[in-house]
């Protein structure tokens, strides 16, 4: 069984930052993706950001520029620091691990609130 929980959401003010957390925990096979999805009310989840176990990152359009995503492989543990804020961000951050076999694991999700 393993267990991602993640930390750092909360209420932000446009243009602000905040830094979210994902650490897994448990039967962790070797994990190879980890990465950022979130859903707003209303719409399907998306993708907002990826990092390979070969340090490959890929940033959805919308976030480029402004989110970093990065890793701690000795912590099982992924960040992602997101930058000038804006309300349209505001939405449920999930993370998302998948190991080499592959099996696929989400954390239960985080909210991010960009509002004055």
């Known amino acids: 069984q393993v267990q991602l929980v993640e930390s750092g959401g909360g209420l932000v003010q446009p243009g602000g930052s905040l830094r979210l957390s994902c650490a897994a925990s448990?039967?962790?096979?070797?994990?190879?993706?980890m990465g950022w999805y979130r859903q707003a009310p209303g719409k399907e989840r998306e993708f907002v950001a990826t990092?390979?176990?070969?340090?490959?990152?890929y940033y959805a359009d919308s976030v480029k520029g402004r989110f970093t995503i990065s890793r701690d492989n000795a912590k099982n543990t992924v960040y992602l620091q997101m930058n000038s804020l804006k309300p349209e961000d505001t939405a449920v951050y999930y993370c998302?691990?998948?190991?080499?076999?592959?099996?696929?694991?989400w954390g239960q999700g985080t909210q991010v609130t960009v509002s004055s």
């Open positions: 998302k691990i998948v190991d080499t076999r592959p099996y696929t694991y």
């Open positions: 448990g039967s962790i096979f070797r994990i190879n993706i």
């Open positions: 990092i390979t176990s070969g340090g490959n990152i």
